[in-house]
Antibody
Framework: QLQLQESGPGLVKPSETLSLTCTFSGASIGSNSYYWGWIRQPPGKGLEWIGSIYYTGSTYYNPSLKSRVTISADTSKNQFSLKLSSVTAADTAVYYC?????????????WGQGTLVTVSS | EIVLTQSPGTLSLSPGERATLSCRASQSVSSNYLAWYQQKPGQAPRLLIYGASSRATGIPDRFSGSGSGTDFTLTISRLEPEDFAVFYCQQYGSSPGTFGQGTKVEIK
């Protein structure tokens, strides 16, 4: 059974880079033809797809965040990572990793439990 | 990008009642690629429905999805106490995939 878990700093200063890692079990990032993705949810608000990575290493980003986002994968560790640069208070959110199905923007299942990242000095 | 509008914003119902949630898209959703999720406080969203009407693994049959084109519906036939939550729709017919703003189903 595929399980995902986010990790990373809970507090990031404005203008710095947010970095998170998703570690998963029950699959191998280098096989299975899977996509892997990141979604975020500001407190009390809705969900926003950030981007996805394919097992080949191809990446896909939401145009609204594309200039600031980098998603990468570590095939040796069953992990994939998110970097979001030049953060502001508007980037404060719960960040989820999840597996998109059927395409890089497909439906998401399963999800990690999420990690709250606050942008504040 | 496709904008999804969910209604109503809040639905106040009693256990045992029927819940009908709407999700309307700003343009036609390709191949009816629409999903529904349930989110309880402090938890990640849980997939309920994909492909507009296919239930995800382990989802009770009191949850059903329907619709096509721009109008989609999630129906909960008889509300159980554990069903009260926020529900989101998501379209994945075109990139970027987008989510609705959510409908809260609360206990009346």
């Amino acid at each position: 059974q595929l399980q995902l878990q986010e990790s990373g700093p809970g507090l990031v200063k404005p203008s710095e880079t947010l970095s998170l890692t998703c570690t998963f079990s029950g699959a191998s990032i280098g096989s299975n033809s899977y996509y892997w993705g990141w979604i975020r949810q500001p407190p009390g608000k809705g969900l926003e797809w950030i981007g996805s990575i394919y097992y080949t290493g191809s990446t896909y980003y939401n145009p609204s965040l594309k200039s600031r986002v980098t998603i990468s994968a570590d095939t040796s560790k069953n992990q994939f990572s998110l970097k979001l640069s030049s953060v502001t208070a508007a980037d404060t959110a719960v960040y989820y990793c999840a597996r998109p199905k059927s395409s890089w923007y497909g439906w998401f299942d399963p999800w990690g439990q999420g990690t709250l990242v606050t942008v504040s000095s | 990008e496709i904008v999804l509008t969910q209604s109503p914003g809040t639905l106040s119902l009693s256990p045992g009642e029927r819940a009908t949630l709407s999700c309307r898209a700003s343009q036609s959703v390709s191949s009816n690629y629409l999903a529904w999720y349930q989110q309880k406080p402090g938890q990640a969203p849980r997939l309920l429905i994909y492909g507009a009407s296919s239930r995800a693994t382990g989802i009770p049959d009191r949850f059903s999805g329907s619709g096509s084109g721009t109008d989609f519906t999630l129906t909960i036939s008889r509300l159980e106490p554990e069903d009260f939550a926020v529900f989101y729709c998501q379209q994945y017919g075109s990139s970027p995939g987008t989510f609705g703003q959510g409908t809260k189903v609360e206990i009346k």
